[in-house]
Structures are given as structure tokens and as C-alpha cells.
């Protein structure tokens, strides 16, 4: 069963402020949620992440719920250069390390 | 910065041959991973490993086999290539725990994948 559920795709003005959903209900509470994004022929990169408090960086903000069963990414004034694939991940705690779990991810369309 | 390194950035294999897809990374993580993605999939892990010599199955194992023989590479060999395996295919590693730079949880960092065609 997939631990992130996301829209498969979303538009948003240019210069407007994205928010893209994520349910995770099943998260523990020793997992983080993560967020990447994947531009059109790269690697997967890094935007965000947190456990239960709202965190805040020069990307993005990541707004969790208080139950942590769902979070939203904030992009907050959108550019055509944002255009991409959004991934929420789950980061779960095993033996030796931590897997990630990605969802199908959101293709995010910033409109001129 | 990090920097995790796919040794081949297309390729093209025949039915039956045998694929090595190479992975090096120079931040001496622990963890390392191979993904396939494919559109509307998203990313799979195919196996991913704790530390040298050590492996585990992913989600999609069938097809695949790899190879840890040293901490900063991890190899993807496809023992008979076949066309349901043309694909993208990510290496990502990461820190096995928390350190210092990231002391509220670490980072996964990825390649810039290779895109196998099987014909």
C-alpha cells in the first residue's frame, strides 16, 4: 500500500502561491515526511522536511497537520523555473538505515 | 555538496544481454539505493543497501541483482535484459543516521539517472 497519496497534477499562476497536498494517514510516529522535486530528465532534488513542527526554508514551507496524517508544500510565489514533478515522501526508520517511500508525485504547471 | 554519479547517462542493450549500471558516491553514506521510475509509477525501489556486502530486496526485485563491494559504489546488474525493463533508473545513498549537519533528520541524494533501452 502506497504511504503518500498526492493529485496527480495542479496548475498555478506565475507569482502566486503553490500549495501542493499530501495524505499520509498511516505515518508513525518516528517517520518524517519529505519533499523532492524532479525536473524533466534530472535526479530528484531536495525542497523540505519535518516531523511534526511547520518548518520553513529558502524553497519552500511545509505545513503538517497536528494529527501528521497529511501535509501541504508551499511554494509561495510560484516562477516558471517551479514547473515540475512534486514528490511527498515518507522517510521510515529500518535496520541499518531509513527507506523512502515516494508517492506518484504531482506535476506542477506554473501558468504565465 | 554531496555528489552521486551514474557512470553511463543512456544506453542502449539487446534482448539477453547483460546490463551493469554503475553508481559512485564521494560522501561515504552508508545507505545506498537503486529506483526505477517509470511515468505514472513514480519512483520504485528496486534494492537498496545498509553498508558494504549488505543488500536488501526492494519492491521490485525480479531482474535485478546488485553488487556492494566497496562503501562509495553501488552496481545494478541485470543478469538478461529485456524490453519490460527499458526505463529510468536512479542511484541515490544517504547518511545511516543522524549527524550533525542534519540533526533533525538526513537527506536522500540522488544521481542524475540513466535511461536504459532494451530492444
Known amino acids: 500500500d502506497a504511504k503518500t497519496t498526492q493529485p496527480t497534477s495542479m496548475d498555478c499562476a506565475e507569482g502566486r502561491a503553490a500549495n501542493l497536498p499530501c495524505n499520509h494517514s498511516?505515518?508513525?510516529?518516528?517517520?518524517?515526511v519529505y519533499w523532492y522535486r524532479q525536473i524533466h530528465s534530472q535526479g530528484p532534488q531536495y525542497i523540505i522536511h519535518?516531523?511534526?513542527n511547520n518548518e520553513t526554508n529558502e524553497m519552500a514551507s511545509l505545513i503538517i497537520t497536528e494529527d501528521r496524517k497529511s501535509s501541504t508544500l508551499i511554494l509561495p510565489h510560484a516562477t516558471l523555473r517551479d514547473t515540475a514533478v512534486y514528490y511527498c515522501i515518507v522517510r521510515v526508520p529500518v535496520t541499518g538505515g531509513n527507506q523512502f517511500y515516494f508517492g506518484t508525485g504531482t506535476s506542477l504547471t506554473v501558468i504565465p | 555538496d554531496v555528489k552521486v554519479t551514474q557512470s553511463s547517462r543512456y544506453l542502449v542493450k539487446r534482448t539477453g544481454e547483460k546490463v551493469f549500471l554503475e553508481c559512485v558516491q564521494d560522501?561515504?553514506?552508508?545507505?545506498m539505493f537503486w529506483y526505477r521510475q517509470d511515468p505514472g509509477l513514480g519512483l520504485r525501489l528496486i534494492y537498496f543497501s545498509y553498508d558494504v556486502k549488505m543488500k536488501e530486496k526492494g519492491d521490485i526485485p525480479e531482474g535485478y541483482s546488485v553488487s556492494r563491494e566497496k562503501k562509495e559504489r553501488f552496481s545494478l546488474i541485470l543478469e538478461s535484459a529485456s524490453t519490460n525493463q527499458t526505463s529510468m533508473y536512479l542511484c541515490?545513498?544517504?547518511?545511516?543516521?543522524?549527524?550533525?549537519?542534519?540533526?533533525?533528520?538526513?537527506?536522500?541524494?540522488f544521481g542524475e539517472g540513466s535511461w536504459l533501452t532494451v530492444v
Open positions: 541515490a545513498s544517504s547518511l545511516s543516521r543522524d549527524r550533525g549537519r542534519f540533526p533533525s533528520g538526513n537527506t536522500i541524494y
Open positions: 560522501m561515504d553514506h552508508e545507505n
Open positions: 519535518g516531523l511534526k
Open positions: 498511516t505515518i508513525s510516529g518516528n517517520e518524517y
